[in-house]
């Protein structure tokens, strides 16, 4: 067990000898950037101020020698060798939201189009999943692989935790959801996950792109800025592909 310090917060965790300084920091409700979790995307890059590391596995696209030299890590890899002091940022807000393991109950299916079904989910008494708005939950799998979803209700409407699924072709999950899946079934999830939410920071106006079912996370956004009276300029525009059918005579 090791202790990291975060700068310039200041604030501390431990991390296990197996985990990651991501992993670790998650765990345990600091909520530090991140993309791929994978040594691929650089979202999660910060600086080694004290200490020694296990850099791990990553591509050196996202971790270029010259950066690893002026004391970069990527912490989606990184595992501590003794205590470390690092600077990374913190999403503030978000790590006071624990990250919950929840069974939860299909409880409707609504086809919107050929290619996309809204799921609704119901949570056990006394549960509700707390979010930002624009964040994700991940299917947890029999086979232990899982699929990520972005909540399309907003928080304050957190009675059914609505998903916007759209199907892919041979994707395993997505043709069981349009398939065999019917209400009443049982599915388990971990969540809320990301990063992706409004910073309320910033008084600059905010400019809103979204397509198909990636529209899901800005619902979410939009219908919570609505509802607390943000009065930033908001731009919207959302994108769809339609299916194009000829009929023959
Ligand atoms: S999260 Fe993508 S490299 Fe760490």
Redesign the pocket.
């Known amino acids: 067990m090791h202790r990291v310090t975060l700068q310039p917060s200041g604030l501390q965790f431990e991390v296990e000898d197996s985990e990651s300084v991501?992993v670790a920091a998650l765990r345990q409700g600091y909520v530090l950037?991140?993309?791929?979790?994978?040594?691929?995307?650089?979202?999660?890059?910060g600086k080694l101020l004290e200490g020694t590391l296990d850099y791990g596995v990553?591509?050196k696209k996202?971790?270029p020698d010259e950066e690893k030299a002026q004391g970069k890590a990527?912490?989606?890899?990184a595992k501590p060798l003794g205590d470390v002091v690092i600077e990374a940022r913190t999403i503030g807000a978000a790590k006071d939201i624990p990250v919950k393991t929840l069974p939860c109950r299909v409880q409707t299916l609504r086809r919107l189009a050929e290619d996309v079904m809204v799921l609704q989910l119901k949570l056990p008494a006394n549960e509700r999943l707390q979010f930002l708005a624009g964040q994700y939950l991940e299917f947890l799998l029999k086979d232990g692989s899982r699929r990520s979803f972005s909540m399309g209700n907003a928080p304050h409407a957190d009675e059914l935790v609505e998903l916007h699924v759209r199907r892919v072709i041979g994707g395993q999950f997505t043709d069981h959801v349009f398939g065999k899946m019917k209400e009443r079934d049982i599915l388990r999830f971990e969540g809320p996950l990301g990063v992706f939410f409004l910073r309320e920071e910033s008084p600059k106006p905010v400019v809103l792109v979204a397509s198909g079912t990636g529209f899901a996370p800005i619902k979410s956004l939009v219908e919570d800025a609505l509802r607390r009276g943000i009065e930033r300029p908001m731009t919207l525009t959302a994108g769809a592909s339609f299916a194009c059918r000829s009929i023959s005579r």
């Open positions: 991501l950037p991140y993309g791929c979790k994978n040594g691929a995307c650089g979202s999660c890059k990553y591509q996202a971790l990527l912490f989606c890899q």
